[in-house]
């Protein structure tokens, strides 16, 4: 069974650019974390989607949005990228209750 | 927001050695879970807590749920020099709630 997917796996954008991340959940799995994790640092929570709703959000700005849709497959977007945004986002995936597995990430360089 | 404190943030140890690492808070959990992170990858998932008190072991590694509801700790005996990574302890405030992960312990292994 394929674990959760991502991609790109790497993603290099100029400041003030728009960048998109997908996420492919463990079949059957219906929710999707998303977290970022700056290099050196703990894992920060952004978005939490489950059956294709926003259930919850961090402290992050608007700018970071995204969606899920119905096959459960998730985005995140970033607009208005600024440099502090470069970092590695991981997305998770869970059936029900919270023993989250994660994807290997997208690594986000903003120049 | 919530917060877990990990400690120690790192650990220099000799192959053969017992590890021990924990998490505390002020606040009370439901779930506590331990992942590991290898470098360049997503974190994977140890073991999940579900009940104060509980013990469980995953191979040489056993954690435990704390009796308060605010702590876990994470022991690896017999450390083998792949158990190198980031330890990230992470928490459930209540059931269908976001997980919350501490900043990580970086274990290093001497052969």
């Known amino acids: 069974e394929a674990g959760v997917t991502q991609s790109p796996t790497h993603l290099i954008k100029t400041r003030g650019q728009q960048a998109t991340l997908r996420c492919s959940p463990i079949s059957g799995h219906t929710s999707v974390y998303w977290y970022q994790q700056a290099l050196g640092l703990g894992l920060q929570f952004l978005l939490w989607?489950?059956?294709?709703?926003?259930?919850n959000r961090g402290n992050f700005p608007p700018r970071f949005s995204g969606r899920q849709f119905p096959n459960y497959s998730s985005e995140l977007n970033v607009n208005a990228l600024e440099l502090e945004d470069s970092a590695l986002y991981l997305c998770?995936?869970?059936?029900?209750?919270?023993?989250?597995?994660f994807g290997q990430g997208t690594r986000l360089t903003v120049v | 927001g919530q917060q877990l404190n990990q400690s120690p943030q790192s650990m220099f140890i000799q192959e053969g050695e017992d590890v021990s690492m924990n998490c505390t808070s002020s606040s009370i959990f439901n779930t506590w879970l331990w992942y590991k992170q290898d470098p360049g990858e997503g974190p994977v998932l140890l073991i999940a807590l579900y009940k104060a008190g509980e013990l469980t072991s995953n191979g040489r590694l056993t954690a435990q749920f704390g009796i308060t509801r605010k702590d876990s700790f994470l022991n690896i005996s017999a450390s083998i020099p792949s158990d190198v990574g980031i330890y990230f302890c992470?928490?459930?405030?209540?059931?269908?709630?976001?997980?919350?992960f501490g900043a990580g312990t970086i274990l290093r292994v001497k052969s």
């Open positions: 998770a995936s869970s059936l029900e209750g919270p023993e989250a597995f």
């Open positions: 989607y489950d059956e294709g709703e926003e259930r």
């Open positions: 992470a928490g459930q405030l209540w059931y269908g709630n976001k997980l919350v």
